[in-house]
T-cell receptor, first 116, second 111 residues
């Protein structure tokens, strides 16, 4: 079946521009996660949705970062007024359940954002 | 607070040799532990996970890992590696659905 898809795969933005990154999770998956992976580092948690509810946004680095999942399926991560330090790969993951944890997260291929 | 340490950033090894990738974690609560593999330009793929029960966990592609609570470790092993195992490997702790990843270990299998 189809996995997690993300678009665009690559995005180049000039400093100060706004960007929107899209994530299509696996159909029926309740939970959706966003991670930021800087070059040479492991992914770092940004935010987490259970259906349409954003349950944890503690990892968002600033108020320029905003995520939504209005109908409990597709999610968009928006970054306003991009800065060079925002350059990274943004990974989306989904899981069938959530509960107290222990469920596999299925990852998309990521969107590589380069801010010039 | 949760954290994951992968001390080895790169591990070179010859084909058919055994390999161990080290992972240590810190956690104040019971943990769920995962190993993921990332091939170039691809997303992370689950290798194996530890939730409870037997401390020796077997995963895909011949990998296994052993959970050691006293040493707070979850090292990944394979008895004989192949060229196709060349990739980056990430250890992760799941704390109420929030995954904390290590910085990764690049496994370079040489012919």
């Amino acid at each position: 079946g189809a996995g997690v898809s993300q678009s665009p795969r690559y995005k180049v933005a000039k400093r100060g521009q706004d960007v929107a990154l899209r994530c299509d999770p696996i159909s029926g998956h309740v939970s959706l996660f966003w991670y930021q992976q800087a070059l040479g580092q492991g992914p770092e948690f940004l935010t987490y949705f259970q259906n349409e509810a954003q349950l944890d946004k503690s990892g968002l680095p600033s108020d320029r970062f905003f995520a939504e999942r209005p109908e409990g399926s597709v999610s968009t991560l928006k970054i306003q007024r991009t800065q060079q330090e925002d350059s990274a790969v943004y990974l989306c993951a989904s899981s069938l359940e959530s509960g107290t944890g222990g469920f596999e997260q299925y990852f998309g291929p990521g969107t590589r954002l380069t801010v010039t | 607070a949760q954290s994951v340490t992968q001390l080895d950033s790169q591990v070179p090894v010859f084909e058919e040799a055994p390999v161990e990738l080290r992972c240590n974690y810190s956690s104040s609560v019971s943990v769920y532990l995962f190993w993921y593999v990332q091939y170039p330009n691809q997303g992370l793929q689950l290798l194996l996970k530890y939730l409870s029960g037997s401390t020796l966990v077997k995963g895909i592609n011949g990998f296994e890992a052993e959970f050691n609570k006293s040493q707070t470790s979850f090292h990944l092993r394979k008895p004989s590696v192949h060229i196709s195992d060349t990739a980056e490997y990430f250890c992760a702790v799941d704390n109420f659905n929030k995954f904390y990843f290590g910085s990764g270990t690049k496994l370079n299998v040489k012919p």
